[in-house]
């Protein structure tokens, strides 16, 4: 039997995820079979198949005898995720500064100089798409799957939240900063010091997001 890598129920599957990612199916909103079955012009088996996948990875949460409903994150979510994936790319940052070659640095430097520049000009969306980049470069640099994975799938979640930490008041040069110390460590092939920037710099991320939940919360009650 031959082998196909990518099946129908996975692009169903990643179909649905990106429209999950992008809010066309909100947070605690009812996927309907049938709606989902016509629209992408599928039949349940594949589409059943998908929502298996997006359950197992927390996306969706499977109500019997009602469905499957988009996840909500909540504040003990954040508070339960952060504390976890800070330790996990806190490892990344230890064992890429123990792997970075120069030309590894070089490439590095580049996308933190970018970084500085989005940040001095108050380029938001710019900034995070540098950000992700130097993220996935230093777990690209530790290499090791395990942690990948872990990562990957603890990201999905924190995507639900479509949190913007870095709206809060200050954050925008705090973050650069927190990079730019993981960046030094790196340099310094400070193993120790990476570890512990990177944990800085994720601890600080969910103050970000919870003084930003604040604020919004004072605004509605005002």
């Not at 990106?18 to 049938?34: H, M, N, Q, R, T």
């Not at 019997?64 to 790319?89: H, K, M, S, W, Y």
């Not at 980049?133 to 990562?151: K, Q, V």
């Not at 800085?200 to 509605?220: G, M, P």
Request: charged share 25%.
């Amino acid at each position: 039997m031959r082998l196909v890598p990518h099946s129908l129920h996975q692009e169903v599957a990643a179909t649905l995820r990106e429209k999950i990612f992008a809010g066309v199916y909100a947070s605690g909103s009812f996927l309907d079979e049938v709606v989902l079955c016509e629209s992408l012009q599928i039949s349940r088996t594949p589409l059943r198949e998908a929502l298996k996948v997006l359950t197992a990875e927390g996306l969706l949460r499977h109500e019997p005898r009602r469905g499957c409903f988009v996840n909500e994150v909540t504040e003990q979510d954040l508070d339960d995720i952060f504390p976890v994936i800070a330790l996990l790319e806190g490892r990344c940052a230890y064992e890429a500064a123990r792997n970075a070659t120069d030309a590894d640095l070089a490439a590095l430097t580049t996308l933190h100089e970018r970084l500085n520049s989005h940040a001095q000009a108050g380029r938001i969306n710019d900034y995070y798409d540098t950000n992700f980049a130097i993220h996935e470069a230093i777990i690209t640099l530790a290499n090791n799957r395990w942690l990948a994975m872990a990562i990957a799938d603890l990201r999905k979640i924190l995507k639900l939240a479509r949190s913007q930490q870095l709206h809060a008041p200050g954050r925008l040069a705090q973050s650069l900063a927190e990079h730019m110390a993981v960046f030094a460590a790196l340099k310094a092939r400070d193993s120790e010091g990476a570890d512990a920037a990177m944990r800085t710099h994720l601890t600080r991320q969910r103050e970000a997001l919870r003084e930003l939940a604040r604020n919004q919360k004072s605004r509605v009650l005002a």
